[in-house]
């Protein structure tokens, strides 16, 4: 039931879904932020820039901890988004740039995250911009929160999402040899956190609805799309509650 969106902006693809993308859309582990001091030896006076920043959900576990952000989107109602959840850190700011023109100077930022957004930027443009404005001992991470199929109810929603699918999800289109490929000549390091979600029917459908190739109310297959869910939660739910987990992997140089 694949309708074409593949012509539909990366920059505006989620203008529609920002709510549903502030409110139900997971966060990072917190445990990301000592591992970066640990491994790459982050420090608070070091310039991050989180590109493709959206509703800043990755750049607000740097904040929390003190560290100053530049958080990069074209999309200006998820920039927006982003600076009304974040505007009590005075360390965050934001600019209405893309991946493969950030408009920083040159060799002037010493990490660089990308959270949940990779998959959107244009891979080689990307590299050389990123190549641009790292310092020569800078960092990038790639990050994204992957699903588990880890219970009858994860498969479930996993199956649900992909029968009711307005285009492939674009996730799987990012294989780990093309990562590799842009971080070349370095080698890429792999890590995994874990992450978990306990979800109200309202919070399972309003994070359903912040994916990008879901039907939304005005399309033809919301009903039964939503007639399912109702039924996998009724099936799954625990106190009124189900559990959403992941695995959180880290791509980094």
């Known amino acids: 039931m694949f309708s074409d969106l593949s012509t539909l902006q990366p920059t505006k693809r989620f203008s529609n879904r920002v709510e549903n993308y502030v409110r139900y859309r997971p966060s990072y582990p ?31 576990i740097l904040l929390k901890q003190g560290y100053n952000v530049i958080g990069i989107e074209p999309n200006e109602e998820m920039r927006a988004a982003g600076d009304k959840r974040l505007s009590l ?42 190549e641009r404005i790292l310092k020569p001992d800078g960092h990038i991470v790639l990050a994204w929160n992957l699903r588990k199929k880890s219970s009858v109810f994860m498969d479930s929603y996993q199956k649900l999402k992909e029968e009711f699918a307005m285009e492939p999800q674009v996730l799987d289109k990012v294989s780990e040899e093309e990562i590799r490929e842009f971080f070349f000549p370095r080698q890429t390091n792999i890590d995994h956190f874990d992450n978990v979600q306990m979800l109200d029917f309202d919070s399972l459908k309003g994070q359903l609805l912040s994916s990008s190739y ?29 559990k959403m987990e992941y695995e959180t992997k880290l791509y980094w140089i």
């Open 89 to 130: 850190y005075p360390g965050f700011t934001s600019r209405r740039h893309r991946a493969e023109q950030t408009g920083l100077r040159h060799e002037s930022v010493d990490l660089i995250t990308v959270a949940q957004a990779f998959h959107w930027m244009d891979p080689e443009r990307t590299k050389k911009e990123f």
């Open 214 to 242: 879901i039907p939304l109310p005005d399309h033809e297959s919301y009903d039964a799309m939503i007639s399912r869910l109702i039924q996998l939660f009724v099936a799954h739910n625990e106190n009124g509650f189900v």
């Open 30 to 60: 917190a445990a990301i932020v000592p591992f970066l001091e640990q491994r790459l030896g982050l420090l608070k006076d070091q310039r991050i820039v989180d590109v493709g920043c959206g509703t800043g959900l990755f750049a607000e």
